[in-house]
């Protein structure tokens, strides 16, 4: 059974917990709520008319009319601060203006940043208060007790008023911080939605015009070698489906390549054990002398198979028919891959081009550190040569 002491100490503990939540509503309550401006100026004016008001009794009309004048000074306050704490002062030199004077004076801290004004002002609020201009008291202790009481009116309502404008301060600095961070984020989710843009761009151009393209080509050969006039109209009107489509096609990557690059790849992604079915499916006459290990990194077998892929597709587009060859090697800590084709053999076929497959290439191997050139040969062909580096890059792992 408790004792009385322990059912004391904890009924003390469960009062002092529900006055700290009362306490911490209330200033939730405050915090949330902001007072009006002329409700807080008429409460202030109150204040200072009832200090003047008490003291009225043995006062001069000239004391009782310099108390009153500081009273109706304050609701000169928020405009202009440096003439109401003046208008204050001799209300509290001759009169019984001490309310008005404070305010005046706390007003100073809050809405001033001159510091020698601020210090002028509690200077002569501390002569005011101690009595000083009237007479000093004679007695020690009416000494000691008067310069405490200066002290405290003098610096007590300037160092509120300092607080509550450095308050305001950072209240406003944290909604800046927090626009700005929003802002930031903002900016980079366009940063990162135009390097997807531009990834997908890129993509696009490399997986599906390549598919499209071969479609075509394979389609083009069905119309020319068709065995009749139903199936040479069939493969005629696939052919034009897909000049559409790369046509469409072409238009899409080009929005897509609005802005941003991206170092993020969408898997799964081709190596270099994918070349040979590349080749392949090309359907050109294509010599492959490609000594490359599979140990590279991942990022430059990429490079390398759409790199080929790529000039394959320019081959189909620019000189069918034609010869192709080729290949890889690591030259001084870099691979070097060239892809060189002959003159074309057979009748171009009409399809759309978007000019951005060399492109994306540059991109790709520039994000590697290496470079892309192309152009004609002496033969009347096409050559493109590839190089990165692979020194700085890590291996793929096995497995």
């Known amino acids: 059974m408790a004792s009385p002491v322990s059912r004391v100490t904890r009924a003390l503990w469960r ?11 209330g200033l939730r309550w405050v915090r949330t709520r902001r007072t009006p401006w002329w409700l807080v100026d008429a409460l202030f004016v109150a204040a200072a008319v009832v200090d003047a008001a008490l003291d009225i009794a043995g006062t001069t009309t000239t004391e009782r009319t310099l108390s009153l004048v500081a009273a109706g000074a304050l609701v000169l306050r928020r405009r202009l601060p440096v003439l109401t704490f003046a208008l204050t002062m001799p209300g509290l030199f001759i009169g019984s203006g001490v309310v008005a004077a404070s305010i005046a004076l706390f007003t100073l801290g809050e809405r001033t940043d001159r510091r020698w004004l601020m210090l002028l002002a509690a200077v002569v609020q501390f002569v ?5 201009v009237v007479g000093p008291p004679q007695q020690l202790d009416e000494i000691v007790v008067s310069t405490v009481y200066a002290l405290i ?10 607080l509550v404008r450095t308050r305001a301060v950072l209240v406003d600095r944290i909604a800046e911080l927090g626009a700005s961070r929003v802002e930031e984020r903002r900016r980079g989710a366009e940063v990162a939605l135009s390097r997807e843009r531009a990834l997908l761009a890129r993509e696009m151009h490399d997986v599906v015009s390549h598919q499209v393209t071969l479609i075509a080509v394979q389609a083009g050969g069905v119309q020319m070698a068709g065995r009749d006039a139903r199936e040479r109209d069939f493969a005629r009107t696939i052919r034009q489906l897909c000049v559409v489509t790369l046509q469409e096609l072409r238009e899409m990557v080009q929005v897509l390549r609005a802005s941003g690059g991206t170092d993020r790849e969408i898997a799964p992604q ?3 054990a994918d070349l040979d079915r590349l080749v392949a499916a090309s359907g050109l006459p294509t010599e492959v002398a490609v000594d490359l290990p599979d140990t590279l ?10 790199f080929v892929q790529e000039g394959l597709t320019n081959v ?11 290949t890889g090697r690591i030259e001084a800590d870099e691979v070097v891959v060239d892809l060189v084709n002959g003159p074309a053999c057979a009748d171009r076929l009409e399809l759309p081009g978007s000019g951005l497959g060399l492109i994306g290439l540059g991109e790709r191997a520039s994000l590697l550190g290496g470079s892309l050139t ?14 990165l580096p692979v020194e700085h890059l890590p291996l793929a792992t096995a497995g």
Request: glycine content about 16%; cysteine-free; aromatic content about 8%.
């Open 15 to 25: 009062a002092d917990g529900r006055l700290e939540g009362l306490v911490d509503a």
């Open 128 to 132: 005011g208060f101690s009595g000083f």
């Open 153 to 162: 009116f003098a610096l007590g309502p300037l160092a509120i008023g300092m």
């Open 270 to 272: 081709p190596v270099l």
């Open 297 to 306: 990194p991942l990022p430059v077998q990429r490079a390398v198979y759409r």
């Open 316 to 326: 189909r587009k620019h000189a069918p028919g034609a010869a192709v060859r080729v």
């Open 374 to 387: 192309s152009g004609r040969d002496a033969d009347g062909g096409f050559a493109i040569h590839l190089r």
